[in-house]
Structure formats: C-alpha cells, structure tokens
C-alpha cells in the first residue's frame, strides 16, 4: 500500500484501515513499523474474509489482480484493484463477470477519472467549442525503474513493463475522454534485457510509440517509457481548437490543476478546477458510494482497455524494429 494511499485514507474520516496483507514479512513489518495502520498478516484469505473489513484494496502486482479480487468479492467485499486491471483480457473479463455476479463493485485506481478537472476536460470536448476531434496524444513516462531490481514492473511475467503500467492511461484516457475506439494499430518499442538468457518476448516493454485511427475519424498516438523523465501530458486537437494539460494524471501542483484551450487565432484560455482536491479521496468515496451500474461503467472501459493493450503488445512484438533496450 502506498504511502499516497495511507494519505488518501488517513485525509478522510470516513474510512480506515483496519488490515494489512502481504507476502513478505520482513517487508510488512517494515511497512507496519512506518505507517502503523492496521493489523497485519500474511495470510490473504483471512484478511480479506474478515467480518471488519467492508472494502479490499488490491495493491499486488498485477498478474496476481484478477485472483485476489475474485477472492475479495465472493467473500462479499468491495474491491479497489490497482491498474492495470490484470495481465491479460482474458482476466479481465473474468474479473467484470465476477462483480456482475456477486452484484458489487469492482473499482480500478484510475485516480485522474475522480478530479473535478478531468470532467471539466471532458465538458470542453462534449461542448463542441473544439470542433471535430482530430488528434490526440498521451504521453506518460518516468525513469529509473530499471534500477529497482525487486520492483515487479521490471518483470513481464508480474505484469510489469511500461505499457500495462503508463500505456494503460494512455489508452483508458483516450476512451474516457473521446468515447472513441481504435482501429489498426501501429506500434514500435524497445523491451528491457533481464538477461542474455530471455527470450525476447518474455522481456517487458521500456518504451513504446504507438497510433491508431480511432473510429470517430480522429488519430490517437500513444507514448509510454521508463525512459524518459517524469511526463503526464495530454493534447486533443480540434478543427476550432486544442485543449493541454501537461498533469493530467495528477496536478504537479495540488493547488494549481490548470489546463488549456488553444484557439486558432493563437490566444490561449487557462482554466483552474478542483483546487487542492485529493483525487485518492474521492476513489475511496466512489469506492464506498456506487452503484454497481456506475462501476461497471469504468469497469467495462478497463477491460477494453486491457484489449486493447494486448493488440498494442502485439503489433510492436510483431515489428522488426523492436528489440531489447541498448540494442
């Protein structure tokens, strides 16, 4: 669990935490001793079958989400899954057919979908003022990850890799925002060498460029990395104008989460919505507070986001100018 998570819960006196599991001990007594916040136990069943827990956070890496938060709602559970939803949509349909049938929520911390600025973006597009949607570009990227050895996004057999963990907002941004889906997908990228031993394909992704021709008729390029310093810009350009936001994820600035409207004339319109919101609090409400219906609304768009980065996956695999990093 995150530090930014324990703030999230601790910011809000609705919630609490009342149980904390893990795989290595060593590793959560450390945790306990820095945040002290619940009881601990390696025992994953227990903890979330226990009578006091209403909601369960799954913050494992990814190709152990779909298992646990199954687990969680057969046990009657509220679920906030990490993103990326799972490894494979396989997985994730598994996990969207789970909260049907238990009839409860199953929420992903998509975080940036619960500030106030991003449904004021989202109003601009719906508005019209930026005419016909002709292009959008994400980017996300931060570097540094290949020198934690023990962190799971280094490891394509977890689920790591650049393009489940960043490319996963890329995507599920585009869907949100334009309601548009894509069609062939071109992709090129670069993967991280474990070893000399691995095989290229079980490498996971360091960077990755990708464009689709979205099915409203706009053009949707892609850039995720490990590679690149600390990026979580967002254009989508219009006939009449574009909107930018260069921390659409999070404001860099938690008082300042500002964005664009550029228009042709040159002249641009900054905005300022949701000053000082802790987007993680409000997750942890919609988390509490939903219908199944809403949930299943965001759930189903991370499903089709998974998909869709498995094509992504796909076409850079299958493009002769990918290869290891450094090579």
Known sequence: MTRRMVDAVRSNPRHRITRVAGRDETKLHAWHQEFGEGQIATD????????DVDAVYIALPPSLHAEWSIRALEQGKRVLCEKPLATTPIEASEMLDASRK?????????GFVHHPRSHAMKRILQSGELGNICRI????????????????????????GCLLDLGWYCVFSTLWLTSQSPGEILAIGKRIAADHKSSLNSMPWMHLQAISKLDGGAVASWDCGFDAAGRKWIEIAGTNASLICDDFLRPWDPAKPRYWVHG????????????????????????A????????????????????????DLAASNNSGTGPAGS
């Not at 238990?102 to 998509?110: D, G, I, S």
């Not at 004339?265 to 919609?286: H, I, P, T, W, Y």
């Not at 507070?289 to 992504?312: F, K, M, N, R």
């Open 44 to 51: 994953f069943q227990r903890t979330v079958s226990a009578p």
């Open 102 to 110: 238990h009839q409860l929520p199953l929420v992903h911390a998509t």
């Open 137 to 160: 570009t994400v980017a996300c990227s931060f570097s540094g990850i290949t020198e934690r050895p023990g962190d799971h996004r280094i490891h394509r057999d977890a689920g790591g």
């Open 264 to 287: 042709t004339d040159g002249k641009a319109r900054a905005e300022l919505v949701g000053e000082n919101c802790f987007q993680e609090s409000n997750l942890l409400d919609f988390v």
């Open 289 to 312: 507070d939903c219908s199944l219906e809403s949930s299943l609304e965001l759930l189903s768009l991370g499903v089709q986001t998974q998909s869709i980065l498995q094509s992504i």
